[in-house]
């Protein structure tokens, strides 16, 4: 797969997210664009895997979706990540602001 150019794309049904993760956040939220990534705070700390597994979890969460329908594409120990999303149910809008849609 060639790598993500633009930070939110949507193609045949999958929803393909460049980001930027800043891990033992606050709270769970997006903050807009970082260079060529969306940002993404989340509570999780960056220790073995809880980031990503974390992450997972509340994207689906944000999409209407199952977990198993998240996809770390990239960066399993990296901040930077490439993620894929099969068949949202919903775009959180945050995302769709990014898309050019509404939510």
């Not at 903050?31 to 940002?39: D, E, F, M, R, Y």
């Not at 944000?62 to 960066?75: D, P």
């Not at 949202?88 to 945050?94: E, F, K, S, V």
């Amino acid at each position: 797969m060639a790598a993500v150019t633009q930070p939110v794309r949507l193609e045949q049904g999958r929803l393909y997210l460049s980001l930027y993760l800043q891990p033992r956040a606050s709270r769970d939220q997006f903050l807009g664009l970082h260079s060529n990534a969306v940002k993404l705070a989340i509570t999780a700390p960056p220790v073995d895997g809880q980031a990503n597994a974390h992450l997972q979890k509340w994207l689906a969460r944000q999409c209407r979706v199952a977990a198993a329908n998240v996809s770390l594409l990239a960066g399993q120990g990296s901040r930077h990540k490439a993620v894929m999303i099969v068949e949202p149910r919903q775009i959180p809008p945050a995302l769709a602001e990014l898309l050019g849609r509404e939510a």
